[in-house]
């Protein structure tokens, strides 16, 4: 699978807000603590990922989610994962924002462009990547919104231990 690969440049603003029934949580999973006590839902494939995760981060991978207050529901979620084997291309001080996600009954609502923006400007020093599969058109207009920019490189991962690497492209968007 091929993703295309975004950086942000420093100084692009999302002018998006959350509405009074948000807030955002933060949470480091590490192997023996691999949800946060706010989180209701807990499957299989979540605990293998923040397992696998943890221990190739040492623990520095932080998950981060806007709840809907109300409900009590996860309106959006994202890691940050600093450099690892996985991410061998990232240099000191860069992460890779990602897997996100938007539950179906919250897109359209701005949510990921806001979280991309709200990440950014957490540690305004590093330099952020996201990586974006091809045809996720809705991900790729968030990116943009965010301030992200569309690399050289594409991102093709392994299918053993999903490790990514860069791959270089003609032309540039």
């Known amino acids: 699978m091929y993703?295309?690969?975004?950086k942000y440049h420093r100084g692009s603003m999302?002018?998006?807000?959350?509405n009074d029934n948000c807030i955002i949580n933060e949470f480091k999973p590490h192997p023996f603590h691999l949800y946060a006590d706010w989180e209701r839902t807990?499957?299989?494939?979540t605990s293998i990922f923040r397992f696998y995760i943890s221990l190739i981060t040492l623990?520095?991978?932080v998950h981060l989610c806007i709840l809907d207050k109300n409900k009590g529901a996860i309106m959006h979620s994202a890691y940050i994962i600093p450099k690892n084997f996985k991410?061998?291309?990232l240099k000191k001080g860069e992460y890779s924002i990602g897997p996100c996600n938007t539950p179906e009954s919250y897109r359209g609502q701005g949510l990921y462009p806001y979280m991309l923006n709200y990440i950014t400007r957490r540690n305004t020093d590093a330099t952020y990547y996201v990586f974006i599969r091809e045809d996720n058109v809705a991900s790729i207009k968030g990116a943009k919104k965010a301030g992200f920019k569309k690399c050289r490189e594409r991102i093709i991962s392994t299918k053993v231990l999903k490790i990514f690497r860069l791959m270089k492209e003609k032309n540039n968007e």
């Not at 993703?3 to 975004?6: E, G, H, N, Q, R």
């Not at 999302?14 to 959350?18: E, H, I, M, R, V």
């Not at 807990?42 to 494939?45: A, E, G, I, L, M």
């Open 3 to 6: 993703y295309l690969l975004y």
């Open 14 to 18: 999302y002018n998006g807000t959350l």
């Open 42 to 45: 807990k499957d299989v494939s």
């Open 59 to 61: 623990g520095k991978t």
């Open 87 to 89: 991410y061998a291309f």
